[in-house]
C-alpha cells in the first residue's frame, strides 16, 4: 500500500482528483493571503496539482490545452501577484476556470460519482477565495483612514461609538464593550470629538446596548448633552448611513474595534461620508477568534448588501447636533 501510495505513476484517478483539489485549495489560499513574488509554495501547489490532474487525460489534444491554460493562468498570477488589487481580481476568475478547466477536461475519464465529488470539493475553495478576497480589499481600502494613537487622530465634530453588548452571554465583561468605552472617553478628553453618537441595537425592552453606553460614558465625566442616542443601528450598515440621514454628519470619527472600523469606514466611503476609524484595544487573540472569524463572513455579506443598494431598516425624523 505505501508503495503504491508514493509511486505517483500508480495511483488511481480519484486520488489523483482528490489530491489535485487540494492542491488547487492551498495554491489559492497562500496566493490571497501571503502574495506569490516572494514565496514558492504558492506555484508548487499549482504545479503539483497540474501534475495530479492532467495526469488522469488520456485524450491528448485536451492534455495539451488544459496544460497551456494552467500555464496562462499560473503566469496572469505570477505577474500580477505584487500589484494587491489586480491580485485579487485575477485569482478569483483565473481559479474558477481552472477548477472549470479542469473538470471538463477529466470528465470522461472518472466517474459521475467521482465528477460530483469534484463539484462538492470545488465549493470551499470558491467560498474561501470570496472570504479572502473581501476582507482583503476592505483591510487594503482603509489602512490609512485608521488610527491608534489619540493624540495623531484627526479631529472631527462627531465620534460615532458603534454599540455591542455590555455582558457576554455568560454574564462575564464583554471586554470589545469596555474597550471602546475607554477609547470614547479618551477621544472626547482629548479634544478629537465634540459630540458622541451611540448606535445600537434596541430592538427589544430588555436590550439596550444605547443606553448601556450613555450611562457608562455619563459616569466617567462625558457631559450628557453632548451624546446622542440612535437606538436603530441594527447593523453598521444602518449605523454608518443613519449618521448621515438622520443625524446630517458628513465626516465622522468611527470608534470599534480595528476590524469593525475597517467595515464601517468602507460602507462609509460608498456612502459619501469622510470617515476616519480609531482602533480600541483589540481582545486577546483566542478569546476573539469566534468574532474574527465572524468578521470574513460579515465583509461578504456587505458587498453583497452593497450591490443590492441595501438600506437601513428605519430612517425616520432628523436630528440636528448643534
Given at each position: 500500500m505505501a508503495g503504491k501510495f508514493f509511486n505517483?505513476?500508480?495511483?488511481?484517478?480519484?486520488?489523483?482528483?482528490?489530491?489535485?483539489?487540494?492542491?488547487?485549495?492551498?495554491?489559492?489560499?497562500?496566493?490571497?493571503?501571503?502574495?506569490?513574488?516572494?514565496?514558492?509554495?504558492?506555484?508548487?501547489?499549482?504545479?503539483?496539482?497540474?501534475?495530479?490532474?492532467?495526469?488522469?487525460?488520456t485524450t491528448r489534444w485536451v492534455k495539451y490545452i488544459t496544460l497551456a491554460l494552467y500555464?496562462?493562468?499560473f503566469t496572469i498570477l505570477w505577474r500580477f501577484s505584487d500589484e494587491i488589487p489586480h491580485k485579487l481580481l485575477f485569482t478569483m476568475p483565473c481559479v474558477t476556470i481552472l477548477l472549470a478547466v479542469t473538470y471538463f477536461a477529466t470528465k470522461r475519464q472518472l466517474r459521475p460519482r467521482d465528477r460530483r465529488f469534484m463539484a462538492i470539493l470545488s465549493?470551499?475553495?470558491?467560498?474561501?477565495?470570496?472570504?479572502?478576497?473581501?476582507?482583503?480589499?476592505?483591510?487594503?481600502?482603509?489602512?490609512d483612514r485608521i488610527y491608534s494613537n489619540v493624540e495623531k487622530t484627526p479631529h472631527n465634530k462627531v465620534g460615532l461609538l458603534l454599540g455591542t453588548s455590555k455582558f457576554l452571554r455568560s454574564g462575564i465583561d464583554n471586554e470589545y464593550y469596555g474597550n471602546r468605552i475607554a477609547a470614547t472617553i479618551a477621544l472626547f478628553k482629548a479634544g478629537k470629538i465634540d459630540y458622541v453618537i451611540i448606535s445600537g441595537d434596541n430592538s427589544r425592552k430588555e436590550y439596550d446596548e444605547p443606553?448601556?453606553?450613555?450611562?457608562?460614558l455619563v459616569a466617567a465625566g462625558v457631559p450628557a448633552e453632548r451624546i446622542y442616542l440612535d437606538y436603530a443601528g441594527f447593523r453598521t450598515l444602518d449605523s454608518v448611513v443613519r449618521c448621515k440621514e438622520i443625524f446630517g454628519q458628513k465626516s465622522i470619527t468611527i470608534i470599534s474595534q480595528r476590524f469593525h472600523d475597517e467595515r464601517a469606514i468602507y460602507l462609509a466611503q460608498h456612502n459619501d461620508i469622510e470617515a476616519v476609524g480609531f482602533a480600541a484595544k483589540d481582545v486577546q487573540k483566542m478569546s476573539g477568534l469566534k468574532t474574527k472569524a465572524r468578521e470574513y463572513l460579515a465583509r461578504v455579506k456587505m458587498f453583497i448588501d452593497l450591490s443590492l443598494n441595501k438600506q437601513p431598516k428605519f430612517l425616520g425624523e432628523k436630528i440636528a447636533i448643534p
Open positions: 505517483i505513476k500508480k495511483l488511481t484517478p480519484q486520488t489523483r482528483l482528490v489530491m489535485g483539489l487540494l492542491c488547487i485549495f492551498m495554491g489559492t489560499f497562500t496566493t490571497l493571503l501571503n502574495g506569490a513574488a516572494g514565496s514558492l509554495f504558492p506555484y508548487l501547489f499549482f504545479a503539483t496539482s497540474l501534475y495530479m490532474l492532467v495526469g488522469i487525460i500555464l496562462a493562468i465549493l470551499p475553495i470558491i467560498a474561501i477565495m470570496v472570504a479572502t478576497f473581501s476582507h482583503r480589499i476592505v483591510e487594503k481600502s482603509t489602512a443606553t448601556d453606553m450613555k450611562n457608562d
